[in-house]
T-cell receptor
Framework: EPEVTQTPSHQVTQMGQEVILRCVPI?????FYWYRQILGQKVEFLVSFYNNEISEKSEIFDDQFSVERPDGSNFTLKIRSTKLEDSAMYFC?????????????FGDGTRLSIL | DAKTTQPPSMDCAEGRAANLPCNHSTISGNEYVYWYRQIHSQGPQYIIH???NNETNEMASLIITEDRKSSTLILPHATLRDTAVYYCIVRVDGSGNTPLVFGKGTRLSVIA
């Protein structure tokens, strides 16, 4: 069964450094998302992406964050200058879209640790 | 904020049916009920979704009340591997890019 894959599984970065988290969505999916989960807290929506542009973003997704689909397969989340509070699990998700409600499928996440 | 209310935790004996309730009294006519689960810190795993009718797949059954204000996820024969946090989420129908709003879910512990 096709799945969403994320790399790396764990990223350790010094505060202030840039970090890029990578995702390969399911191949025939058209809608892509990033969520994050701070340890012990709820899963929170960051951004959705469709047709090479951001569809919706939350208040968390400020100017330090950006997303890109640099080629036909990868979907990336960049954090420009990381802060301690960016430490979290980051989950990528995708769904097919189209008629009928299509479920989002998630990757297993990247654990981001900011030192 | 999540539009659903779930008990924070439940226990279930291995091999028995696990019935997880969810209240969504303010659900709109075009909103689906989705269930996901999260095992340890893995990514949320899709289980099932429905609009009005009861649904069943290889993982679970979803029973939605006639007024659509509540639903129950049923795992027919719970195993230890079903221990997880289960999330009930309402999501509006649309072209497909509506984000999911997660609440705190129900922590299900399956006991041997």
């Amino acid at each position: 069964e096709p799945e969403v894959t994320q790399t790396p599984s764990h990223q350790v970065t010094q505060m202030g450094q840039e970090v890029i988290l990578r995702c390969v969505p399911i191949s025939n999916h058209l809608y892509f998302y990033w969520y994050r989960q701070i340890l012990g807290q709820k899963v929170e929506f960051l951004v959705s992406f469709y047709n090479n542009e951001i569809s919706e973003k939350s208040e968390i997704f400020d100017d330090q964050f950006s997303v890109e689909r640099p080629d036909g397969s990868n979907f990336t989340l960049k954090i420009r200058s990381t802060k301690l509070e960016d430490s979290a699990m980051y989950f990528c998700a995708s769904n097919r879209g189209g008629l009928g409600n299509q479920p989002q499928h998630f990757g297993d996440g990247t654990r981001l640790s900011i030192l | 904020d999540a539009k659903t209310t779930q008990p924070p935790s439940m226990d279930c004996a291995e091999g028995r049916a696990a019935n997880l309730p969810c209240n969504h009294s303010t659900i709109s006519g075009n909103e689906y009920v989705y269930w996901y689960r999260q095992i340890h810190s893995q990514g949320p795993q899709y289980i099932i979704h429905g609009l009005k009718n009861n649904e069943t797949n290889e993982m679970a059954s979803l029973i939605i009340t006639e007024d659509r204000k509540s639903s129950t996820l049923i795992l027919p024969h719970a195993t230890l591997r079903d221990t997880a946090v289960y999330y009930c989420i309402v999501r509006v129908d649309g072209s497909g890019n509506t984000p999911l709003v997660f609440g705190k879910g129900t922590r299900l512990s399956v006991i041997a």
